[in-house]
Antibody, heavy 120, light 111 residues
Framework: EVQLVQSGAEVKKPGESLKISCEGS????????IVWVRQMPGRGPEWLGI????????RYSPSFQGQVIISADKSISTAYLQWSSLKASDTAMYYC?????????????WGKGTTVTVSS | QSALTQPASVSGSPGQSITISCTGT?????????ISWYQHHPGKAPKLMIY???KRPSGVSNRFSGSKSGNTASLTISGLQAEDEADYYC???????????FGTGTKVTVL
């Protein structure tokens, strides 16, 4: 079964760092792009960025460039989303998703999400 | 890039048909046929329902259909069932820099 398994919920304080993960299984992790999406409470999803685990080519949404870092470790089929200094406004649900195929722009497999709460 | 506009809520009785609109601009919905729709039951992983405007993935009921006209895409659910009650989001490719633009989301209620 093709699936993306995300790391568990996190509760952090402002200024702390955080790295959440997304492990792929059941398919060739290195040959599909992985997208990271943020969904704040009561709002629609927002695209953060995308990574190709095969060579770690990464592109960021202009809105999130410099705010987060996306990386991948293909040896363990895992993609990451990290922050160096969290803000309260980073409180949200974060999803990873697989882009279905090359030259397509839809996501066919999603993780269940990781809740990130940033509060003093 | 602004989010695509969807109605906040749509409701219908079992067996009825409903349509959810997704309005963008000539820079996203109007320029590309890379429109997809996702169903999201809270606490679960979002599920792909429609891709490339009107294509259905294997396993998705043919009660779900998609279309596009100009800057507006639409998702129609026919023969509404209780299990269709969920949040629905549209998504469009927005070009090389923007990549993905999502909709504001629509809560579907089955009366």
């Amino acid at each position: 079964e093709v699936q993306l398994v995300q790391s568990g919920a996190e509760v952090k304080k402002p200024g702390e760092s955080l790295k959440i993960s997304c492990e792929g299984s059941g398919y060739s992790f290195t040959t599909y792009w992985i997208v990271w999406v943020r969904q704040m409470p009561g709002r629609g999803p927002e695209w953060l960025g995308i990574i190709y685990p095969g060579d770690s080519e990464t592109r960021y949404s202009p809105s999130f460039q410099g705010q987060v870092i996306i990386s991948a470790d293909k040896s363990i089929s895992t993609a990451y989303l990290q922050w160096s200094s969290l803000k309260a406004s980073d409180t949200a649900m974060y999803y990873c998703a697989r882009v279905a195929a090359a030259a397509t722009y839809y996501m066919d497999v999603w993780g269940k999400g990781t809740t990130v709460t940033v509060s003093s | 890039q602004s989010a695509l506009t969807q109605p906040a809520s749509v409701s219908g009785s079992p067996g009825q048909s409903i349509t959810i609109s997704c309005t963008g601009t000539s820079s996203d919905v109007g320029s590309y046929n890379s429109i997809s729709w996702y169903q999201h039951h809270p606490g679960k992983a979002p599920k792909l329902m429609i891709y490339e405007v009107s294509k259905r993935p294997s396993g998705v009921s043919n009660r779900f259909s998609g279309s596009k006209s100009g800057n507006t895409a639409s998702l129609t659910i026919s023969g509404l069932q209780a299990e269709d009650e969920a949040d629905y989001y549209c998504c469009s490719y927005g070009g090389y820099r923007t990549f993905y633009v999502f909709g504001t989301g629509t809560k579907v209620t089955v009366l």
